[in-house]
């Protein structure tokens, strides 16, 4: 066993303590997540491990912890371990190439060679006299990832690198992490609030608890290599057995985070219905609704649109996709992916929906307007206000003035309204148009 | 019209109206003379006012040096022993209640006439700044760089040449601004109280022999000083702040 931490306790006070009794094993070059809800201490735990706590007088700790046979402090001292923050945290009078080879510089070694293929490796090498200034957030997390491991770490302690960072940069940095990781072979501890980048990335995943204690731990099991899942992300998180670890993963989560004690059993047995439908996939959504608003009240929204978004990937039931999709779109921090995700189902299974007897087919343009078009303005309110585009076609449509609606569509199709988030708003106008065409279409027909 | 034309405008109007006022005026010629008399003064005694001029630059910058010097001593004594910091501090603070202007006849006991009082009176008067900017600058860095340096072993010394001295440079930059500018009005408080030579002996001369053509010069030639000092400063940080410049 590379890494072996026992019953870890810790606290910043001798009233305050953060980690209770946590214990986790880790295998050279394995990658092993630590996820939580904020405040439970796996930042804590990361910073034990690396040998910066304890550090004031007041800070304590009890429990063993052996890095490759030795303690934390011996082992930073050894050199082989490397850190990556929060934030990038580089130095702001150094340009992107002294930022790199700075661990380097503190021990004494120059070595250009491994300064430029790293530059190389995170596609940074137009950019390697520039200051961090002028860099993006994106980039700046590029320049810590390769300096993290400029080194050649044996074991690397990440902390949340990437959560501030959006959907696409993610994605790369986990192809450019994983390449590191098989270049250099390096044991990875990560820590992060995001279940789904934990499964992506690590082999095993251990859930902490708000009171400091290990929830639930598992060895991901998947056909797919960690190098196969960062690059196919979109299909990775629609595999079985990605949802297998999801829902009860953030079961965990939601049902810890969960304020009221009365309110826990409550938001586990509904929980458990869901998971009993996205399994079972019987047609009885209807008696869900209750459900889905008394677990919002119990617990925090974010956690319960993950879990609707992956119950809604993997549930077999369109009818109950369709009740999870209404849930999801009212979720004011959709991400673009997800809503395009929903779009296209919804255009995709419109047919096998009317022969299923769901009464969603029936849908008209103007409920489209409002899930499809409001769900973008939700998404992203301050780069595309777009509720006026909404009210637009909504009072056309009302007043009948198909040909308005139309010719306003044409606009978006042709690029000419701004605004708009290019070209999925074209996408959704092709489609509405198309529906209100074919429906002029049938009316001349019956008349 | 862009600022640096309005305040050329503003210079000649105000220069006008001191000629005016100055020529017509015996009062205002008495209190401020006029520009063309001042010119005069200073094309027939050129070589003594320079002479003054360099003795007050070279009490300046001196102390300027002593005081930066000294201060960066003191926080490397920091780094290393951080206890210090906690007892130097409060008495830097407690110092500065203490106009420190009154030092300057100390300074005179203590070390005659000469420049070497003068010098003493600038680099304390413009030490305070300069201390204090680099434990501001030192106390802002970022809790997480220090966690980098930490982790890599990175060794006290190494820390400080290559993170605290160029981390806290733009708070260093702007203790050393305030301070050229307070290096200089030591000098010259030092000098009013008894000096062989410098501006502010003749600052302090030109009240008593009521020369105002000599008070001009002199204060014309503090300001120039004080003003060189500061734009030394200013290009040198422009060559090394250029991180942070535009922040």
Redesign the interface.
């Known amino acids: 066993m590379f890494l072996k931490g026992e019953k870890i306790d810790f606290g910043y006070t001798a009233e305050k303590q953060v980690l209770n009794g946590v214990s986790l094993s880790l295998d050279k070059s394995e990658t092993l997540s630590v996820v939580g809800a904020s405040g439970c201490g796996k930042s804590t735990l990361l910073?034990i491990i690396?040998?910066?706590l304890p550090s004031a007088k007041d800070t304590w700790l009890n429990g063993q912890i052996n890095i490759n046979g030795q303690t934390p402090d011996e082992y930073?001292?050894s050199?082989k371990?490397?850190?990556m923050?929060q934030?990038a945290?580089l130095?702001?009078?150094?340009t992107v190439k002294e930022n790199i080879a700075f661990?380097l510089?503190?021990?004494g070694i120059k070595d250009n060679e491994r300064v430029t293929n790293l530059l190389y490796t995170v596609g940074l090498e137009d950019h390697s006299n520039k200051?961090p200034?002028e860099l993006s957030g994106g980039m700046k997390t590029r320049v810590a990832l390769a300096r993290s491991f400029v080194?050649g770490p044996e074991l690397l302690l990440l902390d949340e690198p990437f959560s501030a960072l959006d959907i696409a940069w993610k994605s790369k940095l986990y192809i450019e992490l994983e390449k590191l990781r098989e270049q250099y072979h390096s044991t990875i501890i990560f820590v992060t609030h995001d279940v789904q980048e934990a499964l992506i990335l690590s082999n095993k995943i251990i859930v902490l608890g708000k009171n400091g204690t290990k929830l639930y731990e598992d060895i991901i099991e998947s056909d797919l290599s960690i190098q196969e899942r960062v690059n196919d992300i979109s299909d990775y998180i629609k595999t079985p057995t990605y949802q297998n670890y999801f829902i009860p993963i953030q079961k965990w989560i939601m049902v810890d985070g969960t304020r009221a004690v009365t309110g826990r059993e409550e938001v586990d047995r509904i929980l458990n219905k869901i998971s009993s439908v996205v399994e079972n996939g019987n047609n009885v959504w209807s008696t869900y609704q209750s459900d889905i608003n008394s677990i919002k009240e119990y617990t925090n929204v974010d956690s319960v649109n993950h879990l609707l978004v992956s119950a809604f990937r993997s549930s077999k039931s369109l009818d109950f996709k369709e009740y999870l999709m209404y849930h999801i779109l009212n979720y004011k921090d959709l991400d673009a992916d997800i809503s395009r995700e929903i779009f296209n189902f919804y255009y995709t299974n419109i047919e096998t929906a009317s022969a299923d007897g769901c009464k969603w087919y029936q849908t008209t343009p103007e409920h489209l307007f409002r899930t499809v078009i409001k769900t973008r303005i939700n998404g992203d309110r301050t780069k595309y206000p777009k509720e006026k585009l909404w009210i637009y076609l909504c009072d056309l449509y009302h007043s009948n003035e198909t040909t308005k609606v139309l010719n306003y569509l044409n606009d978006v199709v042709e690029g000419k309204i701004e605004q708009l988030d290019y070209p999925f708003a074209k996408e959704v106008a092709q489609k509405v148009k198309g529906k209100i065409e074919n429906e002029k279409l049938d009316a001349i027909h019956i008349a | 019209m862009k600022n640096w034309m309005l305040y050329i405008l503003l210079s000649v109007l105000l220069l006008a109206l001191w000629q005016y006022f100055g020529s017509h005026n015996q009062t205002v010629r008495l209190l401020i003379s006029s520009p063309t008399l001042v010119v005069e003064y200073f094309a027939e005694n050129t070589s003594e006012l320079l002479v003054a001029t360099k003795t007050t630059l070279v009490e300046a910058v001196s102390g300027l040096l002593i005081a930066t010097a000294f201060s960066f001593v003191v926080m490397i004594l920091c780094f290393y022993q951080p206890k210090v910091m906690d007892f130097v501090l409060p008495i830097m603070v407690t110092s500065q209640v203490i106009p420190i202007i009154v030092l300057a006849p100390f300074f005179i006991i203590l070390l005659g006439m000469g420049i070497a009082s003068k010098i003493a009176m600038a680099a304390v008067i413009s030490f305070f700044p300069i201390f204090v900017s680099f434990a501001q600058g030192y106390k802002a860095i970022?809790k997480?760089?220090h966690?980098?340096?930490?982790?890599?072993?990175?060794p006290l010394g190494?820390r400080i040449r290559?993170?605290y001295f160029?981390?806290a440079?733009p708070s260093i930059m702007s203790g050393l601004k305030v301070s050229a500018t307070l290096a200089t009005i030591g000098a010259i408080v030092a000098e009013f109280t008894g000096a062989e030579i410098g501006l502010g002996k003749n600052l302090f001369l030109s009240a008593i022999r009521l020369e105002p053509e000599l008070m001009m010069t002199s204060l014309i030639l503090s300001a120039l000083s004080g003003g060189l000092l500061f734009s030394v400063i200013w290009v040198l940080e422009k060559n090394f702040g250029?991180?942070?410049a535009g922040?």
């Open positions: 910073r690396s040998g910066i930073r001292k050199g371990l490397a850190f923050f934030e945290t130095m702001p009078n150094l661990p510089k503190i021990k200051l200034k080194t | 970022n997480n760089i966690e980098f340096f930490y982790i890599y072993n990175a190494f290559k993170v160029p981390l440079m250029k991180w942070y922040d």
